[in-house]
């Protein structure tokens, strides 16, 4: 079985005026398949009148960086 990659989005979710950050860390088999993870997770492109979310960034990382980041994000 093939090992799973690490990695760290970024969504901007705007609510009316107001608009936030959140970062999400996650394992998934490849890049394409976080992706949709993040995308479905978010509602990214759906319209929910004043809520929107944008897939800011997304990176991979390595284990390494994925331990420390889980531990503060």
């Known amino acids: 079985m093939k090992k799973p990659k690490y990695f760290c989005s970024t ?3 705007r609510i ?3 608009e936030t950050y959140t970062s ?3 394992r998934s088999p490849n890049m394409r398949a976080a992706k949709k993870e ?6 990214i492109g759906e ?3 004043e809520r929107v979310a944008e897939l800011y ?3 991979e990382v390595s284990e ?3 331990d420390v980041l889980t531990k503060y994000i």
Do not use: I, P
């Open 11 to 13: 969504v901007l979710v």
């Open 16 to 18: 009316g005026e107001y």
């Open 24 to 26: 999400y860390c996650f």
């Open 38 to 43: 993040v995308k479905e997770g978010f509602d």
């Open 47 to 49: 319209d929910y009148c």
């Open 57 to 59: 960034r997304l990176d």
């Open 64 to 66: 390494a960086e994925y």
